[in-house]
């Protein structure tokens, strides 16, 4: 499949809101992965301080764009196949609610479509993010006020995690935040 650059998601809005709150968060000493990495322009700004960054994304377009930038990149559906632990992990999920009539069925839908709540991924995410998140790891997760801040922070608090809002920022008719999940 030839890389389709149109298929891979721009840096917008949310992505430099979660670029900032990541990179006020990353160490030096962290082992860091970025989740859903399209672009890589997050994984590539974790690189520059973090120990190790490893990115990850299900598109085959997202995936090639961020290997183009030498971002060590893996094709795999959220934390699917992974193994070992990471103390930072950075997740800008797909969270828009999407009706199925407003799909648009091509690889750009994965970087948008968060399901008729806009929490599908999230939940899934949070089911098993546990099983990669070190002891004592930090996640960093970008939602909008559309996917229900109280829902998904009660998502993380039952799964035993605290949940801190660290940015947020009015973006049109809508407000986005990043959550700070440890």
């Not at 699917?80 to 648009?104: C, H, K, M, W």
Request: hydrophobic letters at 45%.
């Amino acid at each position: 499949m030839p890389f389709n650059p149109a298929q891979v998601y721009s840096p917008a809005e949310d992505t430099y809101l979660l670029l900032k709150a990541a990179r006020h968060e990353v160490k030096p000493s962290d082992r860091a992965i970025e989740i859903g990495s399209g672009n890589g322009l997050i994984a590539a700004a974790l690189a520059e301080i973090a120990e190790s960054v490893v990115a990850t994304d299900i598109s085959p377009h997202a995936v090639a764009h961020a290997h183009a930038l030498g971002i060590d990149v893996i094709r795999t559906d959220l934390c699917a196949g992974l193994s070992g632990s990471f103390t930072l992990i950075v997740f800008n999920p797909p969270y828009l609610p999407t009706q199925l009539d407003e799909r648009i069925g091509d690889w750009l839908e994965y970087a948008l479509d968060g399901g008729v709540s806009g929490r599908v991924v999230i939940e899934r995410f949070a089911a098993d993010a546990g099983r990669v998140l070190a002891p004592a790891g930090r996640i960093l997760l970008l939602i909008s006020a559309l996917t229900g801040l109280a829902e998904v922070s009660r998502l993380f608090l039952s799964n035993g995690y605290s949940v801190t809002v660290v940015q947020e920022q009015r973006v049109e008719d809508e407000t986005l935040y990043v959550l700070r999940i440890a």
